[in-house]
């Protein structure tokens, strides 16, 4: 299955505009307003962008020379340095851990892919993190979250607030077959690499339904969020025209996060919103050796000049996007909020070569561990430097909830970091009691489920059976329904 849409989670066409229409008309204040309204949220609320891959190496130098205003405005206005991350350095376990507090073993996520038991692999998904993740334990304290593009969101989690799991992305699901394929070649003990397509793989994407139509809206969505030009669109930085266009789409994709954080961000204000941006690192695996100096390689393998010039260009061209991205997602927080941001590894030359990528960029060895990490905020120090191993990608769950007035799980292998100013700490033994429900593939149940909230909402007569197609009721679009 190679085109894999949206539509499963999605209403016909004609619902989609009753939907639409519904919801433009109604006040915003009206709309989404948490039960206990706006009053209930004192603590001040809580941004986490995850930039996947991003490294100093590269922030450092483009800071010094006043081309990341937003990156050196968290760095003066709060804390910045390096977070310790741990090996081996694959995203997929390292921001479960951002998200849970807890070490790989311990919340279950521990690669892209898993053994079967019978010869053959499966992905990882979802179901397979034991215990909650912060949007989680935010959402059953009754406050408002969004979550887009966190790894390991597919099916998307049944929050209070908007999940926007990172299957929604076009080509995701796929590019993901496709990568544990090449994996599951390479263990230990596999006999079969077809790829087993976990349970739910084929559940709606977005919770709840009603964004997933918003979401989709975006897809072909032209106008740029940044004055950066997307660099693979632009000239020829790849000789496979296929690694080009993905490429291509990795910086849309990243645009689209961005797009449908601002999206929840302004309708429903939530206490914790969660955006991860991987593009920085799906480059980087392709254009990194532009970073490096031509004369590591040898002779045979160097880059010419003009290459080394364009690929260098780009990569510090996507690094200056994502910097005006995290300038529009934190425009609205303010000193009493949380912004955090932050990556889970830096990058280094090396690997094997292959066709599609002679000189690929690797996180692997010791020299990659050190992410990136910035916080502004209420009790973060101005222009603090954070010190060598003074935070891992284990602590950003305790810190957030200590920031939050929250109890700490004991169950966390993280802690809150000392330079943040917390109330005085609670704990509790875990927060994994309670069940977690995630979307699954039940077309028809969630498009009524739409339905009720159209007619909760006042658009549709209360009276209206679901099976009933007149105008009055959802329109003709309920025909083309199965
Ligand atoms: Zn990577």
Redesign the pocket.
């Known amino acids: 299955m190679r085109n894999r849409t949206l539509h499963p989670a999605l209403p016909g066409p004609g619902l989609k505009f009753l939907l639409l229409v519904g919801l433009l008309s109604l006040p915003m204040s009206a709309c989404w307003e948490s039960p206990s309204g706006p009053a209930a949220a004192p603590p001040g609320r809580v941004l986490i962008i995850a930039v996947?891959?991003a490294t100093f190496r590269v922030i450092g130098p483009m800071m010094k020379s006043g081309q990341l205003p937003n990156f050196q405005a968290l760095a003066q206005q709060g804390a910045s340095g390096a977070i310790r991350s741990h090996q081996p350095?694959?995203?997929p376990r390292v921001w479960t851990s951002v998200a849970t507090g807890k070490a790989p073993p311990n919340h279950g996520i521990e690669n892209w892919i898993q053994k079967d038991g019978t010869g053959g692999v499966r992905l990882y998904t979802s179901l397979d993190r034991k215990g909650h993740a912060l949007w989680n334990i935010v959402s059953e304290s009754k406050e408002d979250v969004g979550v887009v593009n966190w790894l390991m969101t597919h099916p998307p989690e049944k929050i209070q607030g908007v999940m926007i799991s990172d299957f929604a992305f076009p080509s995701i699901s796929e590019r993901r077959l496709d990568l544990a394929q090449s994996f599951g070649e390479k263990m230990v003990g596999v006999t079969d690499v077809a790829v087993r397509r976990p349970e739910d793989f084929e559940a709606g994407v977005v919770y709840p339904a009603s964004w997933a139509t918003r979401f989709s809206s975006w897809l072909d969505e032209p106008a740029p969020l940044t004055r950066i030009k997307n660099p693979f669109e632009a000239e020829s930085l790849q000789e496979s025209e296929e690694t080009q266009e993905y490429l291509a789409q990795v910086f849309r994709n990243d645009v689209l996060s961005a797009r449908a954080a601002l999206a929840i961000e302004e309708e429903l204000r939530p206490s914790l919103l969660m955006v991860y941006l991987?593009g920085i690192?799906?480059v980087?695996?392709f254009i990194w050796a532009g970073q490096e100096p031509r004369s590591i390689y040898p002779e045979s393998m160097r880059l010419s000049l003009e290459e080394h010039r364009r690929q260098h260009q780009a990569l510090r061209d996507y690094y200056a996007h994502v910097d005006e991205l995290i300038g529009l997602l934190s425009e609205n927080y303010g000193p009493n909020d949380l912004v955090i941001v932050l990556s889970d590894?830096g990058?280094e030359a090396g690997g094997q070569p292959d066709s599609q990528n002679p000189l690929p960029?690797?996180?692997e060895s010791d020299r990659a561990l050190n992410g990136i990490f910035f916080a502004r905020g209420r009790g973060v120090p101005a222009g603090y430097r954070v010190k060598a191993s003074e935070i891992s990608v284990n602590d950003i769950t305790p810190t957030v909830l200590a920031w939050r007035s929250l109890p700490i799980a004991r169950n966390m292998q993280g802690k809150p970091v000392d330079f943040i100013q917390t109330k005085p700490l609670r704990f509790r033994p875990s927060y994994d009691g309670s069940p977690i429900e995630r979307v699954k593939e039940e077309k028809p149940a969630t498009e009524k489920e739409i339905l009720e909230q159209l007619k909760s909402l006042g658009y549709v007569s209360e009276t209206c059976d679901p099976d009933d197609t007149t105008m009055a009721c959802g329109g003709p679009a309920l025909e083309e329904a199965p």
């Open positions: 996947d891959g350095l694959l995203s991987p690192d799906r980087s695996h590894h990058f960029g690797i996180h």
